[in-house]
């Protein structure tokens, strides 16, 4: 269902028009949301596997107008329990189609989206994934969509390329759970990039060189950069940059600073400005 006063740093709400996905890369081994909708609440009867795919997913029609009924201007997470960009099989282009609907509609409202699945190649449809067949066919972006593509690691920058070619309004990278160091850094066309290390009783660490690198990216381009937390066994730890050092613990035993980064790109929509002063101070142009 969805879930205002989320605890995700960088938004308000999420909305699930959909439930369930499958693990599809490195930065899948821990997922949240696969953890929490399979193992402890029981909404997916089986495991995130590709196999199962058409078993966990549900298409939540009756969670479609939630939006519509927020009094105020919201920061809204689009699927945090699944992806946007899921196969057609499964999320057919009409669906997809009523979830913007939805976002054209409530134009006060900022949507974040976010997608993986969206940048991979199927032998149905060739070497061509879902995120540009989406855009070449409808070029549907609305100015309030924040599209964004998740990279892990090195592996996956190609992800945040695709991203590149959509004529998406505001783009943007989740860098979380980051798992490894991104060499390939060209932000340029890049509005926002989140970077978080992975949380959960199995997290795997993050160095915070590999941040720094991103904000050093993002200061090359004007990207504003958002450190969302160190990586730990529970989400929203230490939300600072260690700025020398592996982590902020390290950074402060040798008396180097650890800092907030908490910069949002300059894309709020006029509604939310106005209603959110807090949320305009930290936007750099």
């Known amino acids: 269902m969805p879930s205002k006063n989320t605890a995700i740093g960088w938004t308000d709400d999420s909305w699930n028009p959909s439930h369930g996905c499958f693990k599809v890369s490195e930065g899948c081994a821990n997922c949240y949301a696969a953890r929490d909708s399979h193992e402890h609440w029981g ?15 549900k298409l939540q029609s009756h969670h479609m107008d939630w939006p519509r009924s927020q009094a105020e201007p919201r920061r809204i997470f689009v699927n945090s329990m699944s992806d946007l960009f899921l196969p057609e099989e499964v999320l057919p282009d009409e669906y997809l189609h009523r979830i913007m609907d939805v976002i054209e509609e409530e134009e006060r409202h900022v949507f974040q989206g976010l997608t993986k699945h969206g940048c991979e190649t199927t032998a149905k449809h060739g070497d061509v994934p879902r995120l540009l067949r989406w855009d070449r066919e409808y070029g549907r972006w609305p100015d309030n969509l924040w599209m964004g593509v998740s990279v892990e690691n090195e592996n996956r920058a190609y992800r945040y390329e695709q991203l590149k070619e959509t004529g998406a309004a505001t783009k943007w990278i989740s860098f979380e759970p980051l798992v490894g160091e991104v060499t390939t850094l060209d932000l340029e066309g890049i509005d926002w990039a989140a970077v978080g290390g992975e949380s959960g009783p199995d997290f795997r660490p993050m160095d915070h060189a590999w941040a720094r690198a991103i904000r050093d990216a993002c200061r090359e381009t004007g990207t504003a950069f958002f450190f969302k937390q160190s990586a730990a066994s529970r989400n929203e730890t230490d939300r600072v940059l260690a700025e020398a050092y592996e982590s902020p613990q390290m950074a402060r035993l040798q008396g180097e600073e650890a800092k907030p980064y908490r910069e949002l790109p300059d894309a709020l929509t006029p509604e939310l400005a106005d209603a959110r002063p807090d949320l305009a101070e930290q936007v750099v142009a």
Not at 45 to 54: G, H, I, K, S
């Open 43 to 57: 909404h997916t009867p089986e495991p995130w596997t590709v196999d199962n795919l058409e078993a966990n997913l």
